[in-house]
């Protein structure tokens, strides 16, 4: 299983972004699919996670109304879009396939994902 991330980059306060996650070698439709963040020093936490059908999604308390995640299973593929970025958006994004085709009630924790990508580096400036 390949999970890549990829549309990260540097932005002002204010702009927008969208994350791309490709996958390969996985059975994507089964799969609830997560979008996690992480900077220097700090514990890896849950951004967002949608379910096997994208009907279903979840997001972290400080990106809600501002970030959307959604998914093309033709295509294997799972999208962040960002709005309203702010600097302390800044983070290594990583996208993760989990386990299950739901996310669980525990999908910020990590648990219950596996296959993940290297990540890719959103910056936001003041």
């Known amino acids: 299983v390949q999970v890549v991330e990829s549309g990260g980059g540097l932005v002002q306060a204010g702009g927008s972004l969208t994350l791309s996650c490709a996958t390969t070698?996985?059975?994507?439709?089964?799969?609830?699919m997560g979008w996690f963040r992480q900077v220097p020093g700090k514990k890896r936490e849950g951004v967002s996670c949608?379910?096997?059908?994208?009907?279903?999604?979840e997001y972290l308390d400080s990106v809600k109304g501002r970030f959307s995640i959604s998914r093309d299973n033709k295509k294997s593929m799972v999208f962040l879009k960002m709005n309203n970025l702010k600097p302390e958006d800044t983070a290594m994004y990583y996208c993760?396939?989990?386990?299950?085709?739901?996310?669980?009630?525990?999908?910020?924790?990590?648990?219950?994902?596996?296959?993940w990508g290297q990540g890719t580096q959103v910056t936001v400036s003041s």
């Open positions: 993760a396939a989990g386990e299950y085709s739901v996310c669980l009630a525990s999908w910020s924790s990590e648990l219950g994902f596996e296959d």
């Open positions: 070698g996985l059975a994507f439709e089964r799969h609830a």
């Open positions: 949608v379910n096997w059908s994208g009907a279903e999604t």
